[in-house]
């Protein structure tokens, strides 16, 4: 590390954590020891990275602007739904991945949370990335969710008087089975399709059929459109 880095990294912000200046990953939010950060260019101006962060802008053109801060979590972690999301295999990998790099002071669910932005940005669209946003929604993180999900991309349903309105990409599909649901109509002037409240089932199996693994942002959360092997 040369002088002017190590003045830099000085100068940054820090927190004591075990006793040991640890410096923010300015990607996923992370804190580091000075031994497990990195300085690189961002924007032409440098800044501090974790290794992993770094790694992945080595990897990954343009994956930086999908590593926001972590944020606060709004709620308590769920644990075993971000497991049942993301299976067992991907889930306790993550995890054994976030106890050996865990710092004291840091807990199991925030590290854990910047593998899963980590792990979205290095996977970009597809099933796994939107399974990656909702664990991430379970374990507290829903507001950093939502921003991942409309960068990488999501279906969107809301809720306008007694009617569901879904914002979805062209599906010839989609549109086929969604007409067949009673009271359904194209809203022309907003370019979103609504259906009756009543209808959510016939909904949610429409997208399920059109758009399987597709990440799906409702009022009440997230979710990955699946189709439910019979």
């Known amino acids: 590390m040369n002088a002017r880095t190590a003045a830099?990294?000085?100068?940054?912000?820090?927190?004591?954590?075990?006793?040991?200046?640890?410096?923010?990953?300015?990607?996923c939010g992370e804190w580091q020891s000075r031994s497990d950060i990195v300085e690189r260019a961002d924007e032409g101006r440098p800044a501090f990275f974790c290794r992993r962060c770094s790694d992945i802008r080595d990897t990954q053109p343009g994956a930086g602007a999908l590593l926001p801060s972590l944020g606060a979590p709004s709620r308590s972690a769920d644990f075993d739904g971000a497991r049942r999301v993301l299976g067992g295999d991907v889930y306790d990998a993550l995890v054994t991945e976030a106890l050996a790099t865990l710092q004291p002071g840091e807990t199991v669910g925030r590290v854990l949370a910047g593998r899963l932005v980590a792990r979205v940005a290095a996977l970009g669209s597809g099933e796994q990335s939107a399974r990656a946003?909702?664990?991430l929604?379970?374990?507290?993180y829903e507001k950093l969710a939502r921003?991942?999900?409309?960068?990488?991309?999501?279906?969107?349903?809301g809720e306008e008087d007694g009617e569901l309105v879904v914002k979805a990409p062209f599906s010839e599909a989609f549109n086929?089975?969604?007409?067949?649901?009673?009271?359904?109509?194209?809203?022309?002037?907003?370019?979103?399709?609504?259906v009756p409240r009543s209808?959510?089932?016939?909904?949610?199996?429409?997208?399920?059929?059109?758009?399987?693994?597709?990440?799906?942002?409702?009022?009440?959360?997230?979710?990955?459109?699946?189709?439910?092997?019979?």
């Open 8 to 27: 830099r990294l000085a100068a940054a912000p820090a927190r004591i954590i075990g006793g040991v200046r640890h410096v923010e990953c300015s990607d």
């Open 133 to 135: 946003v909702v664990a």
């Open 176 to 194: 086929w089975e969604v007409k067949t649901v009673r009271g359904s109509w194209w809203d022309e002037a907003r370019r979103v399709r609504r």
């Open 199 to 230: 209808a959510k089932a016939a909904l949610w199996s429409a997208l399920c059929s059109a758009f399987p693994g597709s990440l799906v942002v409702g009022v009440r959360g997230l979710a990955v459109a699946r189709v439910e092997a019979s």
């Open 137 to 140: 929604s379970l374990l507290g």
């Open 147 to 157: 921003e991942l999900a409309a960068r990488v991309g999501a279906i969107h349903v």
